[in-house]
């Protein structure tokens, strides 16, 4: 095996813990607080969660270990899509359970929920772990996108964990995930299993984030690789002054990462999902933005610039969201095959001119050809636009070219437009995770262990005043239904944990809202540059701006 | 302005100078070597270059400076594409002209070559240099690409160069402008202008190398910026499991950048565009040798991976070049104006079949449609084909997929293919220089204006036994036409330094050549993680491995 010297050296890393943490396993007692509610739905919440509803949040604080000493198994599993830090909550978990009794036992079910449904595992030892610490990636067991949800499925955990004498689970995951480890949870207290279950909160979307979760793990260091990139672009933009570059960065359902990486280098133009829906912005509206940014700064002579694009940014489009909706009437059941039947283009685009109403057409014709027929030669098994596929930073390069030929027409745009496109968002989900989410996820995880040995469960491994250093960090845990409410999911309504949107009242927004006119007509780049984990504090301990701006 | 704290931080870093440049101005002295032929052609090129051939080659030392009391006056532009370190011959050619005499000035001409035609500059000031110190980017006076070649424009330098009473002129870029200067250097001997010129070695392609020259400035950077991004998608493949990811890398004359990530990052396949020259291989065969590697890959349940494909791999490919060819035949003069007038795809892929010969009609009926379509639609002014627009990391996955599909209905791949794409340029040429390129570009810098006080011209700026820590390093000067040979250009014989291309006799490539069937088939990826700029130091001052390779 060859080992880079960067991981080599990260091995030696010791994660930060909570001031509180730092006294070994012994000296960690409880502090009960109030009884909890959920944010919203009470009554139908607290009458799902008979077992796990209402009970106290708690913070662990110097003193005398009082839980009961008993042989723990533990198991743990990744859930979902990649984000830096899971080896080090893996790594925390074991230390604190290998430090409270050597005869405790983790088992690392492999390739996500499923691994726990095949009963597919790994049993970690000291030299498995240590190949892991402070590394990215998920590829200690894998993960998967399979969702643990059904009463069948639980009945199939409940076969495993007692054929190990699992003692509690760990879910890491995101936002469905801790939704159903609540679920799993409740039906683990009302079967009498006596298994525990804790969630853990991880996304690099950074939409898992609320009164008790000020961030989930990942977002960090995959926001600081984009911006490392992003501003390596702007650099590179402002020495050849030659070319507008259109980057899209990951963020299907909110823009958080969008908004981070503005935050942090600043560029001409940024897209922000949640602004678009509110506004009801219409893609004409948001060409001509990007359109007069270019136009402002042609005339200063500067021919270049840079736009972030989150990945999810048409869905917002009230516009763009009806005409979706018209294709897929348009084309469903048989009538694909009669579509498909006709014997070109041009045959087709009568069909959709003739079967839209004049609204939709409208918003199609402003498209380009590519992405026109995109919308209805690619599409899913059920006959559904995939809209996922459409590559929104070239779809707005490509309306704004557009514009500007009008512009020039018309004799008010002089300059030239040279569009180049990126797409960031497998470059940074595994990077080793920066000093705050090796520190981070280690003390989620080393935490999570504490909530199991004091018996808790259907509980968070909470970790908080994370925007303080670490020592400050305050850790506990709180029940997971108390970031419940009731919402319409695949008709029904469930009991999920709301999905953080940007708020655009919130600070990072206002901020952003605050300077942006600037930034879209001068030229502001900042250049985080790679992320460090060595040198000075201000350098390798930063975290997210967003963070820093929430909290002041 | 918003600077980054790495940005701060990297203003104090004082870059290392080559031990014999350690002892301050007055202690360096020059100690000559032999005199010089060109590599080739020598008697064409000695006719060439009356006044500056054949000079000796010389190497700084300790000793007392000797060099005439003069007020020098010295011009610097950036040519060509941006690479990391820039400023950092900036910097240092501005502190050693400084050092030497505060009365010195430093000239910035503006966006390249033009700037000095055009006499667009500015003076170089302390407050000035110290905003760029150690950063990326170009963006200190800009780069361009005009290139310096006739006798009308050397004209107009010497009169820029008389106005300002310059008496040299540093031209920073690759091997084009590195050629350039030697004529330029040339023709101020011979009008007896008294202006000297010096050359510094850039580009992140790696191509500019010789016996002379270890490594172009940049080179480092740029390919540990990449490698950290393959590493962190290797990571991710191996965490998901899902993917194969196509990832295209800049080098379009010369797969060095590839190759260098290749050993950085241990990927399951790299093509080296040399190698597909000199083995005369086919689409067909590049398609099955990653066919390959997928269905064993598949065999053992991995069904995913990592491909590295330099950018401009195709136009190593025989057959490839042939259907070019073939094709601007076919479009040539009026004939476009016939096939654009055609009325479908149908009609003008008839025209095709019929115009190409039966071996180029059978390579372009191996490409997918969008790769068809783009070879006839987009044409350059003269109408030719735009092979750099190809996306090559795209046009081998669908190769990849359609081989896969046959194999799967000949029951011999059982897999599943699912692939990304992804092309890393832009992302790599403006980074923060890693210790190595800050430190190689400011001694480059501070050697150049050696050269100049002791009244050299012609020459290129020269520090070697760059794989050893810098306290070792070799500062002195070579005559740029010693690294001449003749080559036709534009149908003309000229004189030129020569484009390294990756030998396959050498010893990164022979390296390599012994691990991939292993790679191919296993998981040996390795993860470079982001360039450190503090930190122990083999983590921080690593170079490349093809420098550390060929170094033995």
Redesign the interface.
Known sequence: ??????????YEYQPKLPGMLRNGVAEICVKEGQPTQSVADQEKIAALFPNTYGKKEITFEKGKNTSKAKKHVVGVILSG??APGGHNVVSGLYDALKATNKDNVLLGFK?GPSGLLEDSYVEFTDEFINEYRN?????II??GRTKLETVEQFKVVEEVAKKHNLTAIVIIGGDDSNTNAAVLAEYMAAQNTGVQVIGCPKTIDGDLKNEDIEASFGFDTATK?YS??I???E??A????KYW?FIKVMGRSASHVALECAL?T?PNICLIGEEVAEKKMSLAQITNYIADSVEKRANNGNNFGVAIIPEGIVEFVPEFGALIKEINELLAGEKTEKFNALP?WAAKYDFIKNGLTKEAFAVFDLLPQGIQQQLFLERDPHGNVQVSLIESEKLFSELVKNELAKRKKAGTYKGKFGA?H?FFG???????PSNFDADYCYSLGYNAFMLIQYGYTGYLSKVSNISKPAVEWVAGGMPITKMFNMERRNGEDKPVIRKALVELDGKPFKFFEANREKWAVET?F???????????A???D?TTRTLALEKG
Do not use: W
């Not at 095996?1 to 990260?10: D, E, F, G, H």
């Not at 590394?135 to 590829?139: E, L």
């Not at 402002?238 to 002054?241: D, F, Y």
């Not at 900042?526 to 000075?536: E, K, L, R």
């Open positions: 095996m060859n080992i880079s010297p960067l991981q080599k050296a990260r899509g990649q390739g590394t990215g990636g998920f590829d894998g993960s690789t490392e990139l501003g390596n672009i650099r590179d402002n020495s050849a002054k570059h942090e600043q070109d180049q990126h497998y470059e940074g989900r595994c990077a080793f502001c900042t250049f985080p540059g790679a992320i460090q984990y060595y040198g000075p201000e350098v390798c930063l």
